[in-house]
């Protein structure tokens, strides 16, 4: 039986589309979209599902097993209600502005209403080319697909927003790379992610409009946006805007909050990629940290400037919003309205900040003085090269009567740095135990919050190359070890501790490991 989704497409309804119906590149004058069709592959297989995801879409297991919605998700077939499309954005990449940008390899299938009345977008990720492929094939390697797969999966549990992956289909079709952009193209399998999420809106869809002067489309788009995407949103006709604004700031603040607490460098925070919901999405050359360095970055784009690094993150997400207050100005009477929004992500970055990190540490609330605290122990795991999920870990053990080195132990990569900085480390942890002492803390409460906001598992970046490289080999099966291991990431699970090493010695400077391409 075809499985039935119930979609309700609104932002082909309520938004103009383009005129022309052909696929090739094109600049997309007045339109939201552009109409295309999926290419279809030679021979679909699944690699693997996220069934949280069937289950919010209402799709059962008589629905995954259908041939019809795999032929579906492979972009073979179109299945009842499905109106594909692709839409239209700009966007500053590296701090230039690069003009149309558009879904180059994204397509979007349409819009779900679950029976709980929720509402996602659809969209299949390497499906061909569309109108805003500019030279490039619109499709998308095994790898990178993976990545994308296990990650926004990863993310989703340990609590960051995120877009959503429903599944992962091989397209049995070659597609050509060249990974380190060296001349040495290679044939790579291909895939396409099936990726969900209420909206897939970019800051970057209202700078394009800006940057043409329509206006009145811009209007019209934030009109729409706010209307489908933000219902909650409570505002006088002449605040809605900068109140609208204001939430973005927010969503966005709380979102990088989250990465800074577990780790996680986007690698590629052009305004293309940035969410309009403040959900983490375009998962490319990302990666998470491991050895705690505010200066990493896994993209070796970025290898020059480190636009991108970890350290950056939050104060390139305020840039980003910026020039998101560039493109809403001219809709506004008095532009200065915006600013309150940039303010507003200021304080609620800092006051989600302090909590998060109260929470790892175990603190019951943050205090003042405890950022002297957190700047000492980033700065001796820096210089020690000390991993910064396993410290977090560790902490948790601690003997506040007799607080010892050992709990750190494993979180050290090199020996000489260890014995180096022990006494730094000991004085260090003296100072967290008196800390923790005047907190005055049940200590099973303080080890039950602790252990809540430090994972133990991370899509560690060599755990990811690991299952790239069994499923180029044709073995599926470390791809849903992972998924299962990364459904709990806080929690211990017996017989698993493999996925929670810190990385092993071969990954240190390995491609795919510790510096990733923008090539996918
Ligand atoms: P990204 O760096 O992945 O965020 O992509 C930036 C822009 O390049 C977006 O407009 C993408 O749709 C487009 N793009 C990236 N890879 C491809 C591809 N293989 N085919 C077509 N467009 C692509
Ligand atoms: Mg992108």
């Not at 100005?329 to 992500?345: D, F, I, R, T, V």
Request: some cysteine; charged content about 25%; aromatic content about 10%.
């Amino acid at each position: 039986m075809t499985p039935s989704l119930n979609f309700d497409n609104r932002f082909l309804r309520e938004l103009p589309g383009d005129t022309d119906n052909r696929q090739h590149p094109r600049q997309v004058i007045g339109a939201c979209w552009s109409p295309v069709h999926p290419t279809p592959v030679a021979s679909p297989q699944l690699i693997a599902y996220a069934h949280e995801v069937a289950d919010a879409l209402d799709l059962d297991a008589s629905a995954l097993a259908a041939p019809e919605l795999l032929e579906a998700l492979a972009g073979n077939r179109l299945l009842p209600g499905m109106q594909p499309y692709a839409t239209c954005y700009g966007g500053h990449q590296f701090g230039q502005w690069a003009g149309q940008l558009g879904d180059g390899r994204a397509i979007m299938l349409g819009e779900v209403l679950n029976r709980s009345g929720q509402r996602f977008e659809l969209q299949l990720k390497g499906a061909g080319p569309t109108p805003y492929s500019r030279r490039a094939d619109g499709r998308a390697v095994l790898r990178s697909s993976i990545r994308e797969f296990l990650c926004s999966e990863a993310m989703h549990h340990l609590g960051v927003p995120t877009t959503r992956a429903l599944s992962l289909v091989g397209t049995g079709e070659s597609v050509l790379r060249d990974m380190f952009y060296d001349g040495n193209p290679v044939a790579e399998p291909g895939a396409v992610v099936c990726r969900v999420a209420p909206s897939f809106t970019r800051f970057g869809h209202f700078e394009l409009l800006a940057a043409r002067g329509d206006q009145a489309l811009l209007q019209r788009f934030v009109d729409f946006t706010i209307t489908r995407d933000f219902p909650a949103l409570q505002a006088t006709a002449e605040q809605r805007i900068a109140t609208w604004f204001l939430d973005i700031c927010e969503r966005t603040a709380e979102m990088v909050v989250h990465w800074m607490r577990v780790g996680f460098v986007h690698g590629v925070m052009n305004t293309d990629n940035m969410s309009i919901l403040g959900l983490t999405i375009d998962y490319g050359p990302y990666g998470w940290v491991d050895n705690f360095d505010p200066g990493w970055t896994p993209n070796t784009t970025d290898a020059a400037g480190r636009r991108y690094c970890f350290g950056r993150q939050p104060e390139i997400a305020r840039w980003n919003l910026e020039r998101l207050t560039d493109a809403l100005s001219g809709l506004l009477p008095a532009p200065e309205a915006l600013q309150a929004g940039l303010k507003h992500y200021d304080a609620v970055y800092a006051q989600a900040f302090n909590r998060a990190f109260a929470e790892k540490f175990g603190f019951r609330t943050w205090r003042e003085d405890d950022a002297d605290l957190l700047d000492a122990a980033f700065e001796l795991m820096r210089r020690a090269e000390v991993d910064m999920t396993l410290f977090f870990c560790g902490l948790a053990q601690i003997d506040l009567n007799d607080p010892h080195i050992e709990i750190l132990q494993d979180a050290f990569y090199r020996d000489d740095l260890r014995h180096r900085f022990s006494g730094e480390f000991s004085r260090w942890l003296k100072r967290y135990a008196a800390r923790l002492q005047q907190d005055a803390a049940p200590v099973p409460e303080r080890i039950a919050r602790m252990q809540r906001s430090n994972p133990r598992f991370v899509l560690r970046n060599y755990l990811a190359q690991q299952a790239i490289e069994a499923a180029e080999q044709g073995d599926f099966g470390p791809i849903k070890q992972l998924l299962e291991v990364l459904r709990q990431p806080y929690t211990e699970q017996a017989g698993r501790d493999s996925f929670s090493a810190k990385r092993p010695d071969w990954a240190r400077h390995k491609a795919g490991c510790s510096m990733l391409s923008c090539s996918s």
